[in-house]
């Protein structure tokens, strides 16, 4: 079945809605491979394209690692260590010193009321509690600090992470509820310190701190603008401050973490920018992206700019792969997922994450299915016109349609030709007096050689009109050189046709001769019909009548005859003779012929034995 090309938009237009709609609705299914393809496009974000930004230096960390470790022995240590520590903040001014640690068991009556009094003595310190969960994401239960030393803390705070499914650590929980209580996280509650806040307000998708809000997730979960890789902020070994060793101006108005980064004690976490991160390191850059308040957000307004993505790139790339050659529109789709890529960058420099991986991936799709269906339909275009002019031009000249169609489009055209009709005289008397399958043979012996000349010059094969035959040039490809072309094939076509006349004298039959007659003019040439019915790529107009007229002049001369007009265009080539101006049927005016003897240069012969 024959696909009409307007009926072939509206199936394309339709097409790329559903290609569009079809990643929307992937989109909001959130498959996990494509969920995770661009989580990982966040992290490039980071690493390979941002890099690290300025962070605070007010936010440092105490830790216990390898030289500590090393110093103070195996640990865990006693807890006069920590009351030391503790100790020394406070008299260095310190503005608060959070603990990544946990004190969940009694150690001694002494040692930990020494430590439970320094910790309130000094007004500055909070406690770390971690939640356990039940399987359907409800806190199960607290994993508190003995309550001796969460009774003396200024704040208790959780240090839960959750990590993404890949194990990356994207988004960090502020605030959870347990038993009518809200517990803020260890990084929210170091940047009220800094902030010099001690309360916080629960909103729909957000937590307001003083006049600054920070947006969340419907379970206060909020999306970390990591500063840099780690060791972006400043350490100090636990035992240097103990011992002395770090000045107290070097920790005056801080707020100081405390956490494990030796080798074997501490969690591995793994970040944008690293797989090999402390806990307290993400701790800290959760609390500097809160002090700075250059938040990312991934809400509504994200949302809608992905669907608006989605849907105008897939439709848009869809109708240029479809409508555009294959050498505009395979760099125009670069372009537009190069420069989406580039916008989803700024839009991330902006504090929003948008989707880089479903609009890309409806480029994608768009283009695969839009390639196709070109191939599908310019295939069956091809397969159309080589079966629609095989039977009556060269190879070449198909070959040339099927790379450019447009030049067999549906419908006339006006376009100046040349024409040639060639006519067996006295046909009707000669078919008379022979059996008709006698007549065929000789007919068809006759059109075979015929026909092969006007494939060889490139011509076009109109029809066969009975013992006639009806050929042009210049259509449907444009042949500058049109009419040399029918006057060479003309010439051959006598040459060929002595061949054949010899061959059926020597057989005992009687040979044909014919008439030719060329004219070059204006026609109206294409696929005249009815579409879907009949069809038939042909030329008519009154300079094609004309031709039929003038092949009976040159039985007079015995050769071809052709126009004033061909000639016009071949006189430098051809051996021609002027047999001055004749009335033929249906014209007023006489008609300038010529008798077309041979070329110049000796190749072919027009006279024909009569």
């Known amino acids: 079945?024959?696909?009409?090309?307007?009926?072939?938009?509206?199936?394309?237009?339709?097409?790329?809605?559903?290609?569009?709609?079809?990643?929307?609705?992937?989109?909001?299914?959130?498959?996990?491979?494509?969920?995770?393809?661009?989580?990982?496009?966040?992290?490039?974000?980071?690493?390979?394209?941002?890099?690290?930004?300025?962070?605070?230096s007010n936010f440092v960390i105490v830790a216990i690692d390898e030289k500590s470790v090393a110093e103070l022995g195996r640990f865990p240590w006693s807890r006069d260590s920590y009351r030391e520590l503790i100790d020394y903040a406070?008299?260095?001014?310190?503005?608060?010193?959070?603990?990544?640690?946990?004190?969940?068991?009694?150690?001694?009556?002494?040692?930990?009321?020494?430590?439970?009094?320094?910790?309130?003595?000094?007004?500055?310190?909070?406690?770390?509690?971690?939640?356990?969960?039940?399987?359907?994401?409800?806190?199960?239960?607290?994993?508190?600090?003995?309550?001796?030393?969460?009774?003396?803390?200024?704040?208790?705070?959780?240090?839960?992470?959750?990590?993404?499914?890949?194990?990356?650590?994207r988004w960090t929980r502020l605030v959870i509820p347990y038993e009518g209580k809200l517990y803020p996280s260890l990084a929210l509650t170091a940047a009220m310190e800094a902030m010099g806040t001690d309360e916080f307000e629960m909103r729909d998708y957000g937590i307001l701190l003083g006049s600054k809000r920070i947006p969340t997730d419907i379970d206060t979960g909020m999306l970390i603008n990591y500063r840099g890789p780690p060791n972006t902020y400043e350490r100090f070994s636990f035992s240097d401050v103990i011992r002395g060793r770090v000045a107290p101006a070097q920790l005056r108005d801080k707020v100081i973490f405390v956490g494990a980064t030796a080798i074997g004690i501490y969690d591995m976490r793994v970040t944008p920018f690293s797989n090999n991160s402390t806990g307290v390191?993400?701790?800290?850059?959760?609390?500097?992206?809160?002090?700075?308040?250059?938040?990312?957000?991934?809400?509504?307004?994200?949302?809608?700019?992905?669907?608006?993505?989605?849907?105008?790139?897939?439709?848009?790339?869809?109708?240029?792969?479809?409508?555009?050659?294959?050498?505009?529109?395979?760099?125009?789709?670069?372009?537009?997922?190069?420069?989406?890529?580039?916008?989803?960058?700024?839009?991330?420099?902006?504090?929003?994450?948008?989707?880089?991986?479903?609009?890309?991936?409806?480029v994608m799709l768009s283009y695969s299915v839009a390639a196709y269906l070109?191939?599908?339909?310019?295939?069956?275009?091809?397969?159309?016109?080589?079966?629609?002019?095989?039977?009556?031009?060269?190879?070449?000249?198909?070959?040339?349609?099927?790379?450019?169609?447009?030049?067999?489009?549906?419908?006339?055209?006006?376009?100046?030709?040349?024409?040639?009709?060639?006519?067996?005289?006295?046909?009707?008397?000669?078919?008379?007096?022979?059996?008709?399958?006698?007549?065929?043979?000789?007919?068809?012996?006759y059109l075979a050689e015929m026909v092969d000349v006007v494939i060889k010059y490139e011509g076009t094969l109109d029809k066969f009109m009975g013992d006639g035959?009806?050929?042009?040039?210049?259509?449907?490809?444009?042949?500058?050189?049109?009419?040399?072309?029918s006057v060479k094939c003309t010439l051959e076509m006598i040459k060929r046709m002595e061949g054949l006349r010899k061959q059926w004298v020597s057989e005992g039959t009687e040979p044909l001769s014919f008439g030719i007659g060329i004219n070059t003019g204006e026609v109206i040439v294409g696929n005249i019909g009815a579409v879907g019915k009949k069809m038939e790529y042909t030329a008519i107009g009154d300079n094609v009548n004309l031709t039929y007229r003038i092949q009976s002049e040159g039985r007079n001369v015995n050769c071809p005859v052709m126009t004033a007009s061909v000639y016009e265009r071949v006189k430098d080539i051809v051996v021609a003779e002027p047999m001055g101006p004749v009335m033929v049927k249906g014209k007023h005016i006489p008609i300038a012929i010529y008798a077309l003897r041979g070329m110049r240069n000796g190749e072919g012969e027009g006279k024909q034995d009569a």
């Open 1 to 56: 079945m024959t696909i009409s090309p307007k009926r072939f938009g509206y199936i394309t237009v339709l097409f790329g809605f559903l290609m569009a709609a079809f990643v929307v609705v992937l989109y909001y299914m959130q498959p996990a491979f494509l969920e995770g393809v661009e989580a990982n496009t966040y992290d490039l974000r980071f690493k390979a394209m941002r890099g690290p930004v300025e962070h605070n």
């Open 90 to 169: 406070s008299r260095a001014g310190a503005k608060a010193v959070l603990f990544d640690i946990l004190f969940p068991e009694e150690e001694s009556a002494e040692v930990d009321s020494g430590l439970a009094s320094s910790i309130k003595d000094s007004g500055i310190t909070s406690l770390a509690a971690a939640f356990e969960f039940s399987e359907d994401g409800r806190v199960a239960s607290i994993i508190d600090n003995i309550p001796v030393l969460a009774g003396s803390a200024k704040n208790t705070a959780h240090i839960n992470v959750f990590p993404d499914e890949d194990g990356v650590i």
């Open 281 to 362: 390191e993400v701790n800290v850059n959760v609390a500097d992206n809160i002090f700075r308040g250059d938040f990312i957000q991934r809400g509504g307004i994200e949302a809608l700019v992905d669907l608006l993505s989605i849907a105008i790139l897939g439709f848009l790339v869809f109708l240029i792969t479809l409508w555009l050659r294959v050498s505009i529109s395979f760099p125009l789709v670069l372009i537009f997922a190069a420069g989406y890529v580039g916008f989803s960058y700024l839009m991330f420099l902006a504090g929003r994450w948008v989707s880089m991986v479903y609009p890309i991936f409806s």
């Open 374 to 445: 070109r191939f599908f339909y310019l295939d069956k275009k091809a397969r159309t016109i080589r079966s629609m002019f095989s039977s009556y031009v060269s190879k070449k000249i198909v070959d040339e349609l099927v790379k450019n169609p447009e030049q067999a489009k549906i419908g006339g055209d006006n376009r100046v030709i040349t024409i040639m009709f060639a006519d067996i005289k006295n046909y009707t008397t000669y078919s008379e007096k022979r059996r008709p399958h006698e007549v065929v043979k000789i007919l068809n012996e």
């Open 469 to 485: 035959i009806l050929a042009y040039w210049n259509a449907p490809v444009e042949q500058e050189d049109h009419a040399e072309r």
